[in-house]
């Protein structure tokens, strides 16, 4: 299918918002539009298992409710709000609470679940007159990286990625231009990667997940994905600023993230790594790292090549990553049968649980990590590092429920990404061309140390106007 016709959900955020503003759209009529593109474009009602020819983004979907908020942020726009947000429809990863709507991590286990308020981050939003469309597909609780009930609207036969596979669907599709996700060990941005659209992960903690159902509390992070990095900057504005309820590293206390411009690059530090020497990297990976490194250089930015210091060990990250999903689903435990194949073996609630000195050993050691990394930007120099994403394009659909699928660092779709959560660095995750040989996106990632999200956007934001986001035609 093809259309060449102007339509306002292939625009930005901002253009949006001026829509809105000078009268030439309302919101009603956007998210009337959102609604029929889903059902244009999603391949039928939202499904549990998703059939082989669908895109399935949606978990589930509220038409009614969005319309009469639509409405509502009419009358907000015509008041005078200057929220960018206000009428703009979102989607959810279904992981973020909405106060009174099914809250299910894409599993059996939770079908009957309400939630009793809201996520902060969906508050902020909602504050700001976003329209809540509905929640999207997440591998189920998070735990993986495939989300195999969704289809990747760029071939069908393929892998959007995950776990926030459905939000990068629907934004890849142009059901929605904004969707939240979150990322454990890559999990915003190996969609991002894999369907060709952007997300940022700021730094750990500056996104507040209270009212997100954890997969593991002390590397999970939650952020926007959208078409470009400029729209993510946008949402990032509001849900940075939101209040929590818990906050024991302080992040509440520090300013919101304010969208920057984009970056003059000339002159600017950017590194590249040997890590890609140790991944197995596809071609179509490497030419869009190539591309990326040569728009940098016409930006005139300074691309050097530094050593990385070393990683966490995959057994120290397995350890934090593990220790923290079994706490939480040890509430489960006697209806291990009912999660998906790969998920219950990745739980593995028979096994003796990981004691306190071993985990406590593996943080202080990822503390090391963290601090190792943070020296080599500042003795370095270095502004950002970039590299690529995901080691692969996206992977053929179907096996990332299957017992014994690879996880954490084994996986060419965390091997570079599992890093910055371990950091808690920010990244910002942008494509970088569609592969030769594969036809299928690839993307780069832009990392800064800790803190410098706003300087990583900029960096970013100036990155994305030499490397265009690819469109897919319908």
């Known amino acids: ?215 593991s509390t002390t590397l ?28 024991p590293f302080g992040v509440g206390a520090r300013p919101g993230i304010t969208a920057p411009r984009a970056a003059n690059l000339r002159g600017v530090r950017v590194a590249v790594t040997d890590r890609p020497d140790s991944v197995d990297v596809e071609p179509d990976v490497r030419e869009g790292l190539e591309r990326a490194v040569a728009a940098l250089w016409e930006l005139g930015a300074t691309v050097v090549t530094v050593p990385a210091p070393a990683d966490l060990s995959k057994a120290d990250y397995d350890t934090i990553f593990l220790a923290e999903a079994r706490a939480y689903h040890a509430q489960y435990a006697d209806r291990a049968s009912e999660y998906r194949p790969s998920v219950r073996e990745f739980l593995a609630h028979d096994l003796p649980p990981i004691t306190v000195d071993i985990y406590l050993a593996a943080q202080e050691r990822r503390a090391g990590v963290t601090a190792a990394w943070q020296r080599w930007f500042a003795e370095n120099s270095i502004a950002a590092l970039i590299e690529p994403t995901a080691a692969s394009t996206a992977p053929l659909r179907g096996h990332g429920y299957d017992a014994g699928r690879p996880m954490g660092g084994t996986d060419p779709l965390t091997a570079f990404t599992a890093t910055w959560n371990v950091t808690g660095f920010p990244v910002a995750a942008l494509p970088a061309g569609i592969g030769s040989r594969t036809g299928l996106p690839v993307g780069v990632s832009v990392i800064g140390p800790g803190e410098a999200d706003a300087e990583t956007l900029a960096i970013a934001l100036a990155l994305q106007e030499r490397l265009p986001v690819p469109v897919l035609a319908w």
């Open 220 to 247: 999970d992070h939650a952020g926007p994905i959208a078409r470009t990095i400029d729209d993510c900057a946008v949402a990032l504005e509001v849900v940075s600023a939101a209040p929590r309820s818990r906050d």
């Open 1 to 215: 299918m093809s259309n060449n016709d102007a339509h306002p959900l292939d625009s930005g955020i901002r253009r949006l918002a001026e829509q809105l503003r000078d009268g030439s759209l309302s919101s009603r009529d956007l998210t009337a539009l959102a609604f029929d593109r889903i059902d244009a474009r999603n391949g039928g009602e939202p499904d549990f298992d998703g059939a082989p020819g669908a895109v399935n983004a949606w978990v589930r979907l509220d038409r009614d409710a969005a319309l009469a908020t639509a409405d509502a942020a009419d009358r907000r726009i015509a008041q005078g709000d200057p929220s960018l947000l206000a009428g703009i429809p979102v989607g959810l990863k279904d992981l973020f609470a909405v106060a009174g709507k099914p809250l299910t991590a894409s599993s059996r286990l939770r079908a009957t679940e309400i939630a009793g308020e809201d996520s902060a981050a969906w508050a902020a939003l909602s504050d700001a007159g976003a329209v809540y469309v509905g929640h999207t597909h997440t591998h189920e609780f998070a735990a993986g990286g495939t989300t195999d009930q969704v289809g990747n609207p760029w071939n069908l036969a393929h892998s959007p990625g995950g776990s926030s596979g459905g939000s990068g669907a629907a934004v890849a599709a142009g059901m929605v231009p904004l969707a939240l996700g979150t990322d454990t060990a890559g999990s915003l941005r190996i969609p991002a990667a894999l369907v060709g659209v952007s997300s940022f992960k700021a730094t750990f903690g500056r996104v507040p997940t209270d009212g997100v159902i954890p997969l």
